[in-house]
């Protein structure tokens, strides 16, 4: 018996690893940008707002607990997420605080209630014929590079309204971002209007259309 209790108490002591590991909030939007794809510290360190140094020791933390890998490429260290599981238990713990914290449903309204009217489903995407829509990903051109939903073409936001003479007046833009708590995608969706397009967005990215690919072949009959 003492030895199953010992045996417990050392398997509970690893997956209090990855708990500890995650219990910074920095940490998680470190994990959450090296989801969209490798990154630099530097880069990390401006998306963040945090030095180098802080950076780095979240990295180190993120590193001893297997979440993130790390290859040098000349001078620069590049940071990405050990693996897809990592990336996916993200998409699962978001939807998890999402549902059981109202605090965190409450911060979300504030940035997307007033654009509601303007978002869609995946389900509805899919629905629409494809000659019929433009989907664009503004997220920055490294992360598109690195994955995107299928049959997207990369505008990066800051690039937007310089590349509007480039998009198709007679079709629907559907934008996407990096998922359900970034607002690029608001940002985008305004420019669109403000110019006179027909404009959509997803509040899923990259990683929520992978996880709906896979329940949806997983449902289809074999």
Same mark, same amino acid.
């Given at each position: ?141 490294? &992360?598109?590079?690195? #994955? %995107?939903?299928?049959? $997207?073409?990369?505008?990066?936001? =800051?690039? @937007? /309204? ?27 969706? &305004?420019?669109?209007? #403000? %110019?006179?397009?027909? $404009?959509?967005?997803?509040?899923? =990215?990259? @990683? /929520? ?14």
């Amino acid at each position: 018996m003492n030895e199953d209790r010992q045996w417990k108490d050392h398997l509970y002591l690893e997956f209090a690893r990855i708990g500890k590991c995650l219990s910074s909030p920095k940490r998680l939007e470190l994990i959450d940008l090296l989801a969209q794809g490798p990154k630099s510290v530097e880069q990390l360190s401006k998306s963040t707002g945090m030095s180098v140094a802080n950076v780095s020791q979240h990295l180190q933390t993120l590193h001893d607990s297997k979440l993130v890998r790390f290859h040098k490429k000349g001078n620069y260290v590049i940071y990405q997420v050990a693996d897809y599981s990592v990336a996916d238990f993200m998409v699962s713990f978001h939807r998890l605080s999402e549902k059981q914290l109202t605090t965190l449903q409450q911060l979300k309204s504030e940035i997307f209630q007033e654009h509601a009217d303007s978002a869609m489903t995946l389900d509805e995407l899919n629905k629409m014929e494809i000659g019929d829509v433009l989907l664009v990903d503004v997220r920055p051109e490294d &992360e598109y590079r690195s #994955d %995107h939903i299928p049959g $997207a073409v990369s505008v990066p936001i =800051g690039d @937007l /309204e310089a590349s509007l003479q480039t998009l198709p007046a007679d079709k629907e833009i559907v934008v996407y971002c990096r998922g359900p708590y970034c607002s690029l995608s608001v940002q985008a969706v &305004e420019i669109l209007k #403000d %110019h006179g397009f027909r $404009a959509s967005r997803i509040e899923e =990215g990259v @990683l /929520e259309w992978k996880r709906h690919r896979e329940q949806s072949q997983r449902k289809s009959p074999q």
